[in-house]
């Protein structure tokens, strides 16, 4: 399998589950540590790396909401995004849609503004660095209720021209879509997309409600979805995209281990399916390694891997010529490979 990773490298793709909080490396961490003189928990970046060891989501949660404290101003923001577009192009990805947790900033006293400004300035050098665009998506906290959503949505507003769409991250269980869904409704009216995380650890009734309720363009995650075959029928049928994380759902154990890891199976019954990072920088790898581990563990081909690559741009928010001039360089660059 090894002879694929050139392959897997060179291979153009977009990135559609990121969340930058989450591409926080333990050296990075220790570095805002110190230049924002912010106490942590550890006293190396060895120490740091040991602590990731993860049952489930909320025990991950745990650590990568601890881990943020260290982003205080604008710069950090920047430092973090850039070094995450630095990481992305050297994998390949020439377009990225990620993820940032406002309320995990404003809840600590950090303004909207310093995170999304600094976010923002880090896109837009990247474009012009790496070559690599992206969009911004604003995910609200379901763990938090909805009025902090609303509040959310409401000190957003001076951004919308830069931010792409709403989504929905943090603890799954026990907080399901229904609870969002008049926010996700006003999001809409505003001309954002949506997407949401629903069947990470969420029943696949969490999914139907994605759908139903939050009128998603996109889904997070999607695992369970393949528990109801009524409802991978209603994905198929909708071209919906999933955004997939294998390393994810393996450190966050939604898989026992990565030969078990249904990518393929997601496939083959028609699901528009994505490869992702999702916390590159806490579960062992970025996109081009996910790519990587699902090969060797699903022997999965470069036809396979194309198709993947191919849906990224698809399920993407970029407009349709856009997509299609990615999708003749992935073509011809897969032609040449
Ligand atoms: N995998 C994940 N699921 C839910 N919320 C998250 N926030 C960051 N990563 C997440
Ligand atoms: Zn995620």
Not at 56 to 72: E, K, T, W
Not at 141 to 156: G, M, N, P, S, Y
């Amino acid at each position: 399998m090894n002879d694929l990773a050139p392959f897997i490298a060179g291979l153009p793709k977009a990135e559609l589950h990121l969340h930058i909080e989450g591409s926080l490396e333990p050296e990075l961490m220790f570095a805002l540590a110190r230049r924002n003189r912010v106490a942590i928990p550890f006293d190396s970046v060895e120490a740091v790396r040991a602590a990731y060891s993860f049952s489930n989501l909320q025990d991950f949660l745990n650590i990568y909401y601890a881990g943020a404290d260290v982003l205080r101003v604008e710069q950090d923001f920047y430092d973090l995004a850039d070094a995450y577009f630095a990481r992305a192009a050297a994998d390949g990805v020439v377009h990225a849609e990620i993820f940032f947790d406002p309320q995990t900033h404003t809840d600590r006293g950090i303004p909207f503004q310093v995170a999304a400004d600094g976010l923002l300035a880090a896109m837009d050098d990247a474009a012009q660095r790496h070559g690599v665009t992206s969009k911004l998506i604003l995910c609200f906290l379901r763990h938090l209720d909805e009025a902090a959503a609303f509040a959310t949505l409401k000190a957003a507003e001076p951004w919308l021209d830069r931010i792409a769409g709403v989504g929905l991250d943090s603890s799954e269980v026990g907080h399901p879509p229904e609870k969002f869904a008049r926010v996700f409704a006003a999001a809409g009216g505003m001309g954002l997309k949506r997407v949401a995380h629903a069947g990470e650890e969420g029943p696949p009734d969490y999914v139907w409600q994605a759908l139903d309720l939050l009128n998603v363009d996109r889904l997070d995650h999607g695992n369970r979805s393949l528990e109801d075959p009524a409802l991978v029928r209603r994905l198929a049928d909708d071209g919906m995209t999933l955004t997939v994380c294998p390393l994810s759902n393996h450190k966050l154990c939604v898989v026992p281990d990565l030969a078990s890891h249904p990518i393929d199976r997601m496939l083959e019954s028609g699901l528009r399916a994505t490869i992702n990072s999702d916390d590159p920088a806490y579960f062992g790898g970025y996109v081009a390694d996910n790519y990587r581990a699902v090969a060797t563990a699903r022997g999965l081909g470069k036809a396979d891997l194309a198709t993947l690559a191919r849906n990224s741009f698809t399920g993407s928010f970029l407009d349709d010529a856009e997509k299609a001039r990615h999708i003749a360089r992935l073509d011809a660059y897969v032609a040449a490979h």
